[in-house]
């Protein structure tokens, strides 16, 4: 009874650990992966000379690989020399995350195979404007991910107003749109990614530029000329209480033209407006900020996509990546 647990305690995962201090983890490379098949090869074959035909190697090259792999990973995997060869403790534990591994990699690399003989040609990616500045934007990476996925896909990215944006991805003439959405479109499925903050600002040939926050209220910014975007319907309007606009916009640029002007407020997101500096400021932000989701919309079928769901996984995963601390 005492032997069988000891031998199961042997052959758990954690078992190396428990022999000795924890140690910081060592990353896999390349080059360890073909050290870890030759060592399989040998224990397969029940030592280094009957891996040798297989291995197509002369058997000190094939005791220089192992000695490499235990020099790489700080353990003694087997004993090897006249008395025969015969795995160790450690060995044994080694060899079963090895055949562990090796058996991920085979699956990926099947999957990843599969995945790309299904891909199509092509990707159309919609996306609202002046996301470039903003730190929480898992555009670039997301590329970046799905272009070592599939490298072939052709991407066409198109930019447009989150309404447009949405009737192109209903039309399907876009596979997928990443903005944020005031208005969502039945039949699309909406996946989260992360939040954009917005301020009213002014530039500083404004009334308002030099005057305390303490001194402005809703009332005070009724007396000013105010800005709506055409794309968040009558949101802009209704926070303070206005009939109309003294002007509409249908873009983030053509907002920072008008507030850059000295003439008129608007929203704008942070991350936005931090390019002109001090040219801008932020007008009550514990009254008048509010948080923007952004969101990836498409149709309901995506996941059975094969390109539109790599993409989107892409986007998830880069976008929680971008969100840690």
């Known amino acids: 009874m005492t032997q069988r647990r000891e031998t199961q305690s042997r052959s758990t995962p954690a078992a190396l650990s428990r022999r000795g201090k924890a140690r910081t983890p060592i990353p896999v490379e390349s080059a360890d992966i073909r050290l870890i098949r030759i060592f399989l090869r040998v224990v397969e074959a029940g030592g280094l000379s009957a891996a040798q035909s297989e291995l197509n190697l002369a058997l000190s090259s094939i005791s220089e690989k192992i000695s490499a792999l235990e020099a790489r990973y700080g353990l003694k995997l087997c004993k090897r020399g006249r008395g025969g060869f015969a795995l160790t403790p450690a060995g044994e534990d080694f060899y079963k995350e090895a055949q562990r591994l090796l058996g991920t990699l085979d699956q990926f690399s099947s999957r ?6 299904q891909m199509p040609r092509s990707l ?3 996306l609202v404007d002046n996301t470039i500045s903003d730190p929480l934007c898992p555009i670039s990476r997301a590329v970046a991910l799905f272009a070592e ?9 198109i930019t447009l107003s989150p309404g447009e944006l949405l009737r192109e991805v209903i039309g399907q ?14 039949g699309l499925d909406y996946l989260s990614l992360h939040d954009e903050r917005h301020n009213i600002y002014c530039a500083t040939d404004h009334p308002l530029f030099d005057l305390p926050d303490n001194q402005i209220g809703i009332d005070t910014i009724r007396e000013h000329r105010i800005i709506a975007r055409s794309y968040w319907a009558s949101r802009d309007i209704r926070v303070f209480a206005i009939a109309a606009p003294h002007a509409t916009v249908s873009n983030m640029e053509a907002e920072a033209h008008l507030i850059l002007s000295g003439t008129y407020l608007g929203y704008l997101p942070d991350h936005y407006a931090a390019q002109f500096g001090d040219q801008l400021r932020k007008i009550r ?5 509010y948080v923007a989701k ?3 919309a498409t149709r ?8 539109t769901r790599a993409f989107i996984e892409a986007l ?6 971008l969100r840690r601390p």
């Open 173 to 186: 003439k876009v596979d997928l749109a990443v903005g944020s959405f005031p208005r969502a479109a039945m």
């Open 300 to 307: 309901q079928d995506w996941q059975s996509r094969h390109a």
């Open 285 to 289: 932000p514990d009254l008048f900020s």
């Open 112 to 117: 990843v195979s599969a995945l790309g003989a």
């Open 124 to 126: 159309s990616i919609g």
């Open 294 to 296: 952004f969101q990836v």
């Open 316 to 321: 998830q995963q880069a976008s929680n990546e």
């Open 149 to 157: 996925l599939a490298p072939h896909v052709h991407l066409e990215i």
